[in-house]
Nanobody
Framework: QVQLVESGGGLVQPGGSLRLSCAAS????????MGWYRQAPGKQRELVAA???????NYADSVKGRFTISRDNAKNTVYLQMNSLKPEDTAVYYC?????????????WGQGTLVTVSS
């Protein structure tokens, strides 16, 4: 099995910072990409940031300039540094990985970690 374990969520005031971590473990043949989605109440899940195995990154327009995604390939871990947080960033953040299996590619998802930005 493959498991993604997230950490780092919590309550922070507007303008504050948090860093999310996601570590992948298990029978991993290869990682195509890892990243973060978020889902706020009443809204669809949206891609926040992603990073490929080659280091290319993508960000949602709403977080550009504030969030930074990074990785540690040796640890199969991806991070999301979130700065200048706004109340609109409040959501459950889900780590994901696009993985290479023996015969098929498949997705793995973390359990979700709640980020609440409020005074």
């Amino acid at each position: 099995q493959v498991q993604l374990v997230e950490s780092g969520g919590g309550l922070v005031q507007p303008g504050g910072s948090l860093r999310l971590s996601c570590a992948a473990s298990g029978s991993i043949f290869g990682i195509i990409a890892m990243g973060w989605y978020r889902q706020a109440p009443g809204k669809q899940r949206e891609l926040v940031a992603a990073i490929t195995s080659g280091g290319s990154t993508n960000y949602a327009d709403s977080v550009k300039g504030r969030f930074t995604i990074s990785r540690d390939n040796a640890k199969n871990t991806v991070y999301l540094q979130m700065n200048s947080l706004k109340p609109e960033d409040t959501a459950v953040y889900y780590c994901y990985a696009d993985l290479e299996g023996a015969f098929d590619a498949f997705d793995a998802w973390g359990q979700g970690t709640l980020v609440t930005v409020s005074s």
